[in-house]
């Protein structure tokens, strides 16, 4: 069984369109985040929600924004995609936020390329 | 400033010649230093987490060790399904979140 699941994995689109990422986990964790990782393959968090309560917003563009409608999922809708949002998405959960003693250990998704022409 | 920086960028070894990774890391209150790989594709893969100084983990041919500035990933004897991108990361006390290092891609050629 798949832990954390993200849909689509590949996603080819126009400047300008707006898109979404889904994230689901089985894991029963409490905490889900997303994260973006660049060309330079450097892994930056966008977005943390704790019981579907936003904990972490970073300093992104207010065209992402994060929605949980249960504390199982986890989904990212993208406005008018520029192609600076070329990247992969990793969507990842744990069991806390930052409880300690292993139950902050974040579990991640296989990734979202998305690719903005 | 807060920051987590992994060295070598790059690692190349022969089948069975053992090598250590850096993660430095200057961060006000450690609550974790984590070690993730991840292979090409493909969504990082936790390995470790140390939570202070002098702590010590190891899986199979993987060993990270933590001390008050740094972090080693030892790999003893590498094969070649060891190749991968080893991804450290900590959260402090004040952060609540992980900051990764850019990565040290290994390739372990036969």
């Known amino acids: 069984d798949t832990a954390v699941s993200q849909t689509p994995k590949y996603l080819v689109t126009q400047m300008g369109n707006d898109k979404s990422i889904k994230c689901e986990q089985n894991l029963g964790h409490d905490t889900m985040y997303w994260y973006k990782q660049d060309s330079k393959k450097f892994l930056k968090i966008m977005f943390s929600y704790n019981n579907k309560e936003l904990i972490i917003n970073e300093t992104v563009p207010n065209r992402f924004s994060p929605k949980s409608p249960d504390k199982a999922h986890l989904n990212l809708h993208i406005n008018s995609l520029e192609l600076g949002d070329s990247a992969v998405y990793f969507c990842?959960?744990?069991?806390?936020?930052?409880?300690?003693?292993?139950?902050?250990?974040?579990?991640f998704g296989p990734g979202t390329r998305l690719l903005v022409l | 400033e807060d920051q987590v920086t992994q060295s070598p960028e790059a690692l190349r070894l022969q089948e069975g010649e053992s090598s250590s990774l850096n993660c430095s890391y200057t961060v006000s209150g450690l609550r974790g230093l984590f070690w993730y790989r991840q292979d090409p594709g493909k969504g990082p893969e936790f390995l470790f987490t140390?939570?202070?100084a002098g702590e010590e983990k190891e899986k199979e041919r993987l060993k990270a060790t933590l001390t008050k500035k740094e972090s080693f990933l030892h790999i003893t004897a590498p094969k070649p399904e060891d190749s991968a991108t080893y991804l450290c990361?900590?959260?402090?006390?004040?952060?609540?979140?992980?900051?990764f290092g850019a990565g040290t891609q290994v390739v372990v050629t036969p």
């Open positions: 990361a900590a959260t402090s006390l004040s952060w609540g979140k992980l900051q």
């Open positions: 140390l939570y202070s």
């Open positions: 990842a959960s744990s069991q806390r936020a930052w409880a300690g003693q292993g139950q902050e250990t974040q579990y």
